[in-house]
């Protein structure tokens, strides 16, 4: 029996002329204690998919069960760590964290709610920053905060939705390790959602790709049997590693990446009326300056597969 | 200091508007001084001068336009309107003091004549003209004979028609301070006196160069050219005979507190006794007063009762009725507007939290707020005083009716940029927050007072700041027409009055409202900036 299951989801936006389906047709089964990583476009949908794994969207069609238990609404047994941290700025790290805790561990004494806090922000190492505001910290100090946050939650599942996708590349790779390490003490379930393959394989036991949108699902889903701790610098030559990305990166180029070539999307195109220069200025009819009136249009975009 | 807490110094400096002096602190440092001497010339030196060529330009200006007030004050006229103003506050400390020395005198007095009353109330406060008492009774009149003489000397002597009469006047002073005060009068004052009198006589002749019948083209533009001449020549001596007159009642004052100050302590004190004693006194008459009239009333007759009544009257406490100084009329600005800002926000902010919550609340009050936001105090105020006149009447209010009436007026003009900047502020709640308080399961009140009004609070605070800045503006003409005792009705009784400080007085109304406006708006700006927290994430 799965852990997380997802059938037959569907999710679209709008309605009559104007809807658009994001997903359809999604089928995911997680095991407990499993470290899954979805993998696709930007745009495909991927937030979309894991609002709806958080319950802070409701698919249109099909179920999204947590434990055999239709997801109905958000809950701290799916922690969330957002793409843009989303900690509070007014509160320091501190009061960032133990505002979740204290939330969620009402009937806990103030001093082991305390301890909690201070243990999760140990675990990301971040204990001499306990007393500074979000604004004092570097980007991927925040992230740890985040990830502190969601962690002290004690939830069922951890959802990442592109954590590290708005850090450099060099603070991403420390923060990858980190975070693998954190999974390695207590295996808890989690779903990542990256556009980064490589990412995917370094962390995840399983990989999956998502199609382009719109109208994204899910594609085959691909194991990832290295032994871990998997070494950043080795793996490349790994010829497991290299079969798994051709295979992802084949999936997203050909057959996935397919649904894209009728993506309709809005433009603004600059829709210029020239000067005038027939007409003589003077003092009260000056010249007519050209015109910009930015209309806006509609375009097609074909994409070789 | 480190160098954190310095920068902290710094930016707080920036805050309040005070930036002006980091490259002084810089340059005394010996940071870069040619950068901040640059920073220097573009931030101090050039503002200076702009208020320079300003000022220059002003008193340029201002004499060349002749009211029926006289020129229109230049910046002289108006620096010492401003020192009559604050001489007037100090003056009427000084009457003060005299009301309460007569009120003592005339209590003192009642004692020892109705002294058959005083025996019949068994022991009270010692209230004897006791040689201490009198002594120092004494010692405060003779304080004020001189201050009463130093006070009138000016008025003595510039009515003299010439420097040998006024001489003889001051001479007849008893007072070396007064025959000093005297001397300076007819040296300085007198002059002005004179030359501003045979200007006016000169100007009586003026209606000569009214044009007439017959006149050539080259009489009437020599008529028309002496005319003004004339009248400019009258409205500048008259100007330089105000600003005289001022600085010499400055300068009386000036001693009359000295010669106050200089009472010494032990007498006042024996004042301050007389004074303690004497309101020990009053429940005490008051009492034997009820017990006589209820004795009266069960047939006993007493036989100085009329007396009593007197020493009743004379021993109840009465507020000395002072006059408004120009001080309490500030005080009084403010606390309206501060009233009325205080009503404008508690109705402002919960209702800008609910249109920020809820679309359909919001779709609901917009046309409202667009309606009612740009409506003039002008058009508030006359039904606001209709419907408060209706609503709240009593005997004895806690506030003033005019005070009540401007502050909803002000309340009602500032209510708008809270309103609308809180409910942009609460809806444009970053939506990640929102979901963190969703995941969460804050409850309703949480999610408000945790997460929401946070995040607005920068806005809020925004709005707040203006909504002050459109209260204070709203104030005076609010108070102009509400008669609320603040530097709105200064202004409408500067004006009323049409005395020859009239324009000056105004002006100094508008650099007092305009500087109270700018602290007011720093302040704001300070607190908006303590509540914004750094970048937004």
């Not at chain 1, 957002?82 to 700025?89: A, D, G, I, R, W």
């Not at chain 1, 905060?145 to 954590?163: C, F, G, Q, W």
């Not at chain 2, 000093?180 to 009068?185: E, K, N, S």
Request: net charge neutral.
């Amino acid at each position: 029996m799965a852990f997380l299951e997802l059938k037959n989801v569907e999710k679209g936006f709008g309605t009559g002329s104007e809807r658009t389906e994001i997903l359809t047709d999604i089928n995911l089964d997680i095991k407990e204690g499993e470290f899954v990583a979805i993998v696709g476009y930007s745009g495909s949908g991927k937030t979309t998919l894991i609002s709806l794994i958080a319950g802070l969207l409701h698919p249109d069609i099909g179920t999204v069960k947590l434990e055999d238990e239709i997801v109905s609404e958000p809950s701290p047994d799916r922690a969330i760590v957002f793409q843009n941290y989303s900690l509070l700025p007014w509160l320091n790290v501190f009061e960032n964290v133990s505002l979740a805790v204290d939330q969620i561990f009402p009937s806990w004494t103030p001093a082991k709610r305390r301890e909690q806090v201070e243990k999760y922000i140990g675990m990301v190492n971040l204990t001499p920053a306990l007393l500074k505001t979000p604004a004092e910290l570097s980007g991927g100090m925040r992230q740890r905060v985040s990830v502190a946050r969601a962690l002290a939650m004690e939830p069922k599942i951890l959802l990442l939705d592109e954590p590290l996708g708005a850090l450099d590349a060099l603070t991403r790779a420390v923060l990858q390790d980190e975070i693998c390490h954190i999974w390695e003490r207590d295996k808890k379930t989690v779903v990542l959602i990256t556009n980064d393959v490589d990412e995917g394989i370094l962390m995840a036991d399983r990989i999956i790709p998502l199609s382009a949108g719109p109208k994204a699902s899910l594609g085959k889903s691909i194991p990832v049997n290295i032994p871990r701790p998997r070494d950043r610098k080795e793996i490349n030559n790994n010829p497991e590693y290299r079969r798994i990305r051709k295979e992802v990166i084949d999936y997203l180029l050909g057959e996935g990446g397919k649904k894209r070539d009728s993506l309709e999307r809005a433009l603004t195109l600059p829709d210029i009326e020239p000067e005038d220069l027939t007409h003589q200025p003077t003092f009260f009819t000056p010249r007519r300056a050209p015109k910009r009136r930015g209309e806006k249009k509609k375009e097609n975009i074909e994409v070789a597969a | 200091m480190s160098n954190e807490a310095f920068n902290k110094l710094l930016s707080f400096l920036r805050t309040i508007r005070f930036g002006w002096v980091i490259p002084f602190i810089l340059l005394a440092r010996g940071e870069e001084p040619k950068v901040q001497l640059r920073a220097i010339l573009s931030g101090v030196i050039v503002p200076l001068l702009a208020i320079g060529i300003f000022l220059f330009g002003w008193n340029i200006a201002s004499k060349q336009i002749v009211t029926k007030f006289g020129t229109v004050p230049g910046p002289r006229q108006v620096t010492s309107a401003w020192g009559s103003l604050m001489n007037e506050i100090r003056l009427e400390k000084i009457k003060k003091e005299d009301h309460f020395r007569r009120l003592r005198e005339k209590r003192l007095g009642y004692v020892t004549k109705y002294e058959a009353v005083i025996n019949d109330l068994g022991p009270i406060p010692d209230l004897k003209p006791s040689p201490k008492n009198t002594e120092a009774l004494e010692t405060l009149s003779a304080a004020f004979e001189e201050i009463e003489e130093l006070l009138e000397v000016s008025n003595k002597v510039s009515i003299a028609p010439d420097a040998d009469t006024a001489k003889k006047t001051v001479e007849g002073f008893n007072f070396e301070s007064s025959r000093t005060l005297g001397a300076t009068v007819v040296q300085s004052l007198l002059p002005l006196e004179l030359a501003y009198s045979s200007a006016e006589q000169e100007w009586n002749l003026a209606p000569k160069y009214n044009p007439v019948e017959g006149d050539t083209e080259e009489i009437l533009q020599s008529k028309s050219a002496l005319k003004s001449s004339r009248s400019k020549s009258l409205a500048a001596k008259k100007a330089d005979l105000l600003i005289e007159r001022q600085r010499i009642t400055s300068l009386a004052t000036d001693q009359s507190v000295g010669i106050l100050e200089a009472v010494p302590s032990s007498t006042r004190r024996t004042l301050r006794k007389i004074d303690a004693n004497a309101s020990a006194l009053a429940p005490i008459l008051s009492e034997k007063l009820t017990r006589v009239l209820a004795d009266e009333a069960a047939g006993t007759k007493y036989k100085n009762k009329a007396k009593l009544k007197i020493m009743n009257k004379n021993f109840s406490e009465k507020p000395y009725p002072g006059k408004d100084t120009y001080v309490s009329q500030i005080l009084t600005s403010l606390k309206t507007v501060f009233a009325g800002f205080i009503i404008a926000s508690l109705i402002a902010i919960p209702l800008g939290v609910v249109c920020g919550l809820n679309k359909t609340i919001n779709n609901a009050f917009n046309p409202l707020i667009q309606i009612f936001k740009p409506v003039s105090p002008l058009a508030w105020l006359p039904i606001v005083m209709i419907v408060v006149g209706a609503l709240y009447s009593s005997d004895d209010p806690m506030f003033e009716i005019s005070f009540i009436n401007s502050a909803i007026t002000v309340a009602l003009c500032s209510l708008w940029p809270t309103l609308v900047n809180t409910a942009l502020g609460v809806a444009s709640t970053d939506k990640d927050f929102l979901n963190v308080a969703r995941v969460l399961k804050l409850s309703w009140s949480k999610k408000i007072f945790k997460v929401v009004l946070p995040a607005a609070l920068p806005l809020i605070f925004t709005g707040l700041r203006l909504s002050l800045g459109v209260g204070w503006m709203v104030l005076i003409a609010a108070e102009m027409l509400a008669q609320n005792p603040g530097l709105g009705k200064f202004v409408w009784d500067m004006f009323q009055n049409g005395s020859s400080e009239t324009l000056s007085m105004i002006m100094v109304a508008v650099f007092t409202i305009g500087i109270i406006g700018f602290v007011l708006d720093t302040v704001m700006l300070s607190l908006q900036q303590l509540v914004s927290f750094g970048e937004a994430i």
